[in-house]
């Protein structure tokens, strides 16, 4: 285990559902992200969270919410999601600063959006 | 636009051969270089990194290569094991964001016993 959960380990749903996806990590950092990982794709750097202030943005569609109550739990909130969204969405932390820049995955959340 | 470009994207190798992978990198400001490592249902993990101010770093039978003047970075499995099987990716940061990771494409490593 790596100290990074997410639930649920699958997901299926219709695109006009709302779903959420929770991240919890219990390493102590202050850095969280969502990635997705498509087929045939590069990890893609979603969100990012430091101190639970959001940071980074890219570009992601707004059917895709993220929230950041505090610096050990992370959600991606879905709705109206499209097929092509169907990927694995994985969650990580670090820390944000210092010599190691190492960052914990999670499991990840399969998506399949009918 | 990828910044990393990762290679091959997927190679078979005989057990206790050397495994290849290459990254090529565009941005000179990157000075973090990691390689995780990812198995079926589990999340990627890190595997080894290094910075460029050395050429290269070992840890036991994985070795990076770094060649700045050339913006590319290599990971080298030497004595290839089935249990490498896995798919690796290379990633690049800038120190002032060294959490800002930008991941090449991925290699699926499967090493034939």
């Known amino acids: 285990e790596t100290g990074v959960t997410q639930t649920p380990r699958h997901l299926v749903m219709g695109m006009t559902n709302k779903k959420s996806l929770k991240c919890e990590q219990h390493l102590g950092h202050n850095a969280m992200y969502w990635y997705k990982q498509s087929a045939k794709k590069p990890l893609e750097l979603m969100f990012v969270?430091?101190?639970?202030?959001?940071?980074e943005n890219n570009s992601v569609p707004s059917r895709f919410s993220p929230e950041c109550p505090n610096s050990s739990h992370l959600f991606l909130h879905l709705h109206t999601l499209q097929p092509e969204d169907s990927a694995l969405y994985l969650c990580?932390?670090?820390?944000?600063?210092?010599?190691?820049?190492?960052?914990?995955f999670g499991p990840g959340t399969r998506l399949t959006v009918t | 636009q990828q910044q990393v470009k990762q290679s091959p994207q997927s190679l078979i190798v005989q057990k206790g051969g050397i495994s290849i992978i290459n990254c090529a990198y565009e941005?000179?400001?990157?000075?973090?270089f990691p390689w995780y490592q990812q198995f079926p249902g589990k999340g990627p993990a890190l595997l080894i990194a290094i910075r460029p101010d050395v050429s290269e770093k070992k840890e036991g039978r994985f070795t990076i290569s770094f060649n700045k003047s050339a913006k590319q970075f290599s990971l080298h499995i030497m004595d290839s094991q089935p249990g490498d099987s896995a798919t690796y990716f290379c990633?690049?940061?800038?120190?002032?964001?060294?959490?800002?990771?930008?991941f090449g494409g991925g290699t699926r490593l499967m090493v034939k016993p």
């Open positions: 941005n000179t400001a990157f000075d973090y």
């Open positions: 969270y430091n101190f639970k202030e959001q940071t």
């Open positions: 990633a690049a940061s800038l120190n002032n964001a060294g959490n800002m990771l930008t």
């Open positions: 990580a932390s670090s820390f944000d600063s210092g010599p190691s820049y190492e960052q914990y």
